[in-house]
């Protein structure tokens, strides 16, 4: 069982930043760890991910250029930097963990992810 833990939400104002901290509890192993994000009568849809061993890292389209995915194996850590903030952005922010070799291949498919944080909120105000 992996235990996700995610911090770093908040109120902000638009074109502000915000950086998002996820740690996995210290007996994971895990071949990639993501961002995915729900809005208010929304589906929930992937944000950005990173392989933990190859290093390779991937992005929706609405982000590029906006927002970084970084991790820090050892602390067990995944970051989400994210810049110019829009309102847009405005959602509950989660984990996800997965343990098999799926997510290399699609990264933004929620069943790839078996664990999963219990979120964040992110509110950009106009």
């Known amino acids: 069982q992996v235990g996700l833990l995610e911090s770093g939400g908040g109120s902000v104002q638009a074109g502000e930043s915000l950086n998002l901290s996820c740690t996995a509890s210290?007996?994971?192993?895990?071949?990639?760890m993501a961002w995915f994000r729900q809005a208010p009568g929304k589906e929930r849809e992937g944000v950005a991910a990173i392989s933990t061993t190859r290093t390779l890292t991937w992005f929706a389209d609405f982000v590029k250029g906006r927002f970084a995915i970084s991790q820090n194996n050892a602390k067990n850590t995944v970051y989400l930097q994210m810049n110019n903030l829009e309102p847009s952005d405005s959602a509950i922010y989660y984990c996800?963990?997965?343990?098999?070799?799926?997510?290399?291949?699609?990264?933004?498919?929620?069943?790839?992810?078996?664990?999963w944080g219990q979120g964040t909120q992110v509110t950009v105000s106009s």
């Open positions: 996800a963990a997965a343990s098999g070799p799926g997510c290399l291949i699609t990264w933004h498919r929620e069943g790839v992810y078996p664990y």
């Open positions: 210290a007996d994971t192993q895990t071949s990639c």
